[in-house]
């Protein structure tokens, strides 16, 4: 019976590490998804950012491009009437 008790208490003794075990494993998993969740949200702050910058540059040029364009078609205007005139 006595060999029966020490097996009992090993088994015992086990299962307490084993959840000790699963325990750490959980805590280690939950840190790692929430820096996983922290990071996807500064890649997604950086994307967005980006994504702003970027079409306030795309606007900036098309307001260069639709400005440059009416000066152009300005010039030709004037260079028609000046050409009419001569």
């Known amino acids: 019976m006595s060999a029966l008790v020490v097996f009992a208490g090993e088994v015992k ?8 075990e ?4 959980r805590q280690e998993r939950e840190n790692t ?8 949200q500064q ?3 950086a994307l967005s950012l980006r994504q702003t910058d ?3 540059a795309i606007n900036k040029l098309l307001q260069d491009l639709v400005g440059n364009t009416v000066l152009l078609s300005s010039s030709s205007k004037l260079c028609g ?5 001569e």
Do not use: K, P
């Not at 009437?81 to 005139?85: F, G």
């Open 81 to 85: 009437l000046a050409l009419e005139e």
């Open 13 to 20: 003794r086990l299962q307490c590490e084993l959840e000790a």
């Open 33 to 40: 998804a929430q820096q996983l969740l922290r990071t996807r």
């Open 54 to 56: 970027h079409q306030a």
């Open 43 to 45: 890649y997604d702050s």
């Open 22 to 25: 699963r325990s750490v494993m």
